[in-house]
């Protein structure tokens, strides 16, 4: 069950379809993929808590068709009407058969006073469907096996091309630390943060002491960066085998101690995307 604040109110001109997908989804790991809805769960909502969410019918397995398992809860159909921008608290419960709750998570949704200048989110599209890049183990001091997808949107929702990763510069940039996402805005296909625009950066996070971690772009035959918009969606997805709008390779480099590295992806005036990438024996 998802709790939302009263400031989330009922929205009387979308009702609840407890055998739809209407007000709310589950999406499993790989990219744009619905866990099938129909004969193993039903929309719910309760007033009193001002909650809504889903009871299953059967388990939903992490494999099979559901393979790897429930990713996120995407709220959807204008099922809630929010008058009041700003961070409001949200907790998600885990209810057994009996209704009693299992295990609880507390969280902030941010509504925003306007849309925002840029976005980002994860992707797999450029990866065979049934691989992620989130949550995959490395080696240390080594290329993870996959790299990071990320989709980015500009202004009106436009995909933002022919960006790429280029080194940090934490004298201008100190809040980015493991790098910076520049766009070749004078299209000599390179990245130069005195000539091209700065759009965003990354900020590192390593196991304590860590060296030699880093996140790049991949190389191009000549020798340039592959930059967003260039990246070839997967052959198995519709409209595969074409460079996919806004979609953003990032090769990511471990360092030399074991643990996690959760490098976050951000957008100057937009949100921000955080990657675990675990080492052998790093959890």
């Known amino acids: ?21 209407f007000n709310l989804v589950l999406t499993r790991g790989w990219p744009q993929a619905a866990v099938r809805q129909k004969g193993q769960y039903r929309i719910v909502y309760d007033a009193k808590s ?17 393979a790897p398992g429930i990713k996120v809860i995407h709220l959807r159909g204008n099922t809630f009407l929010n008058l009041d921008p700003g961070d409001h608290p949200v907790r998600v419960s885990l209810l ?11 969280g902030t949704a941010r509504i925003e006073f ?37 989709l980015l949107w500009g202004a009106a929702g ?3 091309n022919n960006v790429g990763v280029a080194p940090r510069d934490l004298s201008r940039h100190p809040r980015y630390t493991g790098g910076l996402l520049v ?18 950066g990354i900020i590192g996070a390593a196991p304590a002491g860590a060296k030699g971690q880093s996140a790049t772009s991949p190389v191009k035959a000549d020798g340039k960066p592959l ?8 052959e198995k997805y519709p409209g595969g085998g074409k460079p996919n709008p806004g979609l953003l390779a990032v090769r990511f480099h471990t360092g030399d101690t074991r643990g996690l590295y959760r490098p976050t992806f951000e957008l100057i005036g937009g949100n921000g995307v955080q990657f675990t990438i675990p080492t052998a024996d790093g959890r």
């Open 1 to 21: 069950m998802v709790g939302l604040p009263k400031v989330f109110q009922r929205n009387s001109a979308s009702p609840l379809r407890e055998d739809a997908d």
């Open 50 to 66: 001002n909650s809504i969410g889903v009871q299953a019918l059967v388990d939903v397995r992490p494999v099979g068709p559901n």
């Open 96 to 106: 057994g058969a009996d209704g009693r709750e299992k295990r609880a998570w507390q």
């Open 114 to 150: 306007d849309a925002p200048s840029a976005r980002l989110a994860p992707t797999n599209f450029h990866l065979a469907p049934g691989t992620n890049s989130d949550f995959q183990q490395s080696g240390l001091g080594k290329d993870s096996p996959h790299w990071l997808g990320l």
């Open 158 to 160: 436009s995909p933002m």
């Open 183 to 200: 766009q070749d805005t004078n299209g000599d296909g390179r990245l130069d943060i005195s000539q091209d625009k700065v759009v965003g």
């Open 227 to 234: 930059l967003s918009g260039q990246v070839l969606r997967h």
